[in-house]
């Protein structure tokens, strides 16, 4: 009885341990969704999460450094999601789909005309207020007439931003992109360090 019994229960460990592949061979896992997010008049969505996205980088163009009439006198912090930098990296290109969100920082509480301070580690800039938010995003159909990418503004202006954007004209931005960086994919990648040299840290 104990030898029916044994062959039995080690019987049906095989065909229970032989269904397995077979089974999980069959689950899907959701592809990712495009993050991009228009209404049915183009407008764009808010990107959301965006801060917890890879960081590139974070150019200055202060005020001080443009006789006070710099164009954009902020922090441009600047985000894009890692599995399309992975994509750059390996490809030297943004694939479909690609969103960069540079959100705007004030400077902190300027002490002096040039918009710096004072600090125990000396005197420069520091980020102040979030004060206003970019977007680009790459979509080669959509935005064909500003070379694959469309650009949108939420508002330059303190939080909170504007949930939805038009697409801006030309002039205001992507005729500066097509001008100066149509060959590094609409993309000001020589101010980015992993852009620029790429990721040497594996």
């Not at 697409?167 to 005729?175: D, P, T, Y």
Request: glycine letters at 8%; proline letters at 6%.
């Amino acid at each position: 009885m104990r030898k029916v019994l044994l062959v039995v229960i080690l019987g049906l460990g095989v065909v229970v341990a032989s269904a397995l592949p077979r089974y999980s061979g069959q689950v899907v896992t959701a592809s990712p969704q495009a993050t991009a997010v228009f209404d049915a008049d183009g407008k764009l969505k808010l990107p959301v999460g965006y801060r917890h996205w890879t960081f590139v980088g974070a150019p200055l163009t202060p005020n001080g450094l443009n006789n006070g009439k710099a164009n954009f006198p902020e922090y441009h912090h600047v985000y894009v999601e890692e599995k399309n930098l992975d994509v750059y990296l390996k490809t030297g290109s943004f694939p479909e789909g690609t969103i960069f969100v540079k959100e705007l920082t004030r400077v902190l509480n300027p002490a002096f005309p040039d918009g710096s301070r004072n600090e125990p580690s000396g005197r420069r800039y520091f980020n102040g207020a979030y004060n206003g938010l970019d977007v680009t995003v790459k979509d080669s159909r959509r935005f064909a007439a500003t070379n694959g990418w469309g650009f949108f503004n939420f508002g330059h202006h303190a939080l909170p931003y504007s949930p939805w954007a038009k697409e801006a004209s030309a002039a205001e931005c992507a005729s500066c992109h097509t001008a100066f960086v149509a060959k590094t994919d609409m993309t000001w990648v020589q101010f980015y360090p992993i852009l620029r040299d790429g990721d040497r840290t594996n």
